[in-house]
């Protein structure tokens, strides 16, 4: 008999063990309803063909111990960013910008098709694809995008050169800000393999956010980081998608009518060309939720604006929640990215959706 209990009390221990670290496990992997069982850390896509960068991804990558407050997670960020510096070999984010060009012979015009098949001094290729995790509206749709070196994006659209990542797409404005429906997916999309893991931290710090604090899920439905000219296929069908417009696109009016906006395909409103200095060309990047919906004013999610009713990021992320909030520019620039602000695009406007290592 007594042998009998000793068994009972060791059934019991090591049911209680499992118990336990079951209890851990749903601690470490919890926070939040409708979350992924664990979180997805950013990597690239081919990791032989870049060993060294993937090697850096993951010892870069970001914590997820349980019960992380918000100031523990800004100091495990900022850490994790110091320490990408380090491997990297820079103090500062521009330095890539001379280290990429620099690859370039003087006479090739500055193009990613290019540049991505070079190799930086260590080996590593110019271009990678990283796959990044990203908050997404419940019902959203894969959709995959294309790049290449011409003068038209309707041609990358036509011909579909080569895949360059994907985008998700939804139709109607309540999937777009019904936060509690979000779900936890990735996004790929090629950059350049040294600033991979900058992209990589911003990107994943914004997923983590939400990851601890649902109520502050951010939906990053398109990334774009190095491309010359990109675009869906125009072999996809029609679609009618709710889109904001704003009576005036110079006004700061917070009233935005809801139209309902017809595309012949979906590259009308996922396609792009970058101009020969954007940092686009080089890889070092990166724009949030980019998308062209023409026929809309100031319309939803915004781009390129010279409209006051921008600068309130709070206002225009609870109107339409692909428009950043004011906290993922803090965090970009801590990292030491030139932010929308500190720059003019053409005609005293701002490009809201975009971040980059800057040029000087
Ligand atoms: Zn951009």
């Known amino acids: 008999m007594r042998f009998r209990s000793a068994l009972w009390s060791l059934v019991l221990a090591l049911g209680l063990i499992a118990a336990g670290s079951a209890a851990a496990r749903c601690a470490a992997s919890q926070p939040g309803a409708g979350a992924a069982p664990t979180p997805f850390h950013p990597k690239i896509l081919e990791p032989a063909r870049a060993p060294k960068t993937a ?27 110091a320490l990408a510096k380090r491997l990297v070999g820079v103090r500062r984010l521009v330095e890539l910008r001379r280290q ?8 090739q015009e500055v193009s990613w098709e290019y540049l991505r098949r070079r190799h930086f001094a260590n080996g590593e290729p110019v271009g990678v694809t990283l796959q990044v995790p990203v908050w997404v509206p419940a019902g959203a749709k894969r959709i995959q995008t294309y790049c290449g070196f011409d003068k038209k994006w309707q041609t990358v659209a ?19 800000n019904d936060q509690a429906k979000y779900q936890a997916k990735t996004i790929q999309v090629e950059v350049n393999s040294k600033f991979a893991p900058f992209a990589a931290l911003l990107v994943e710090y914004i997923f983590r ?3 601890y604090d649902p109520a502050k899920r951010v939906p990053l439905m398109s990334l774009r980081m190095g491309e010359d000219t990109y675009a869906a296929s125009a072999a996809t069908p029609p679609v009618t998608v709710q889109c904001l417009s704003f009576p005036k696109d110079d006004g700061d ?7 309902y906006c017809h595309y012949q395909n979906l590259a009308e409103i996922y396609h792009g060309r970058h101009a020969v200095a954007s940092n686009h060309r080089l890889g070092l ?19 390129i604006s010279r409209d006051l009713r921008q600068y309130n990021r709070k206002a225009m992320h609870k109107l339409d929640a692909r428009n950043l909030p004011a906290w993922v520019y803090r965090v970009a620039k801590w990292e030491g990215c030139r932010l929308p602000q500190e720059w003019c695009y053409t005609g005293y406007c701002t490009d809201w959706e975009h971040i980059d290592v800057g040029t000087k």
């Open 55 to 81: 090697r850096i991804l993951r010892q870069v990558a970001l914590s997820y111990k349980p019960h992380m407050s918000a100031r523990a997670r800004d100091i495990d960020f900022l850490q994790k960013v």
């Open 100 to 107: 990429t060009l620099a690859l370039l012979p003087l006479d």
């Open 158 to 176: 036509e011909t579909t050169p080569r895949p360059s990542g994907y985008v998700w797409f939804v139709r109607t404005m309540h999937q777009v």
């Open 209 to 211: 956010e939400g990851w």
């Open 253 to 259: 009016s917070f009233d935005p009518t809801v139209d």
């Open 285 to 303: 990047a990166i724009d949030f939720n980019d998308s062209n919906y023409r026929g809309v004013v100031d319309g939803a999610p915004n781009a």
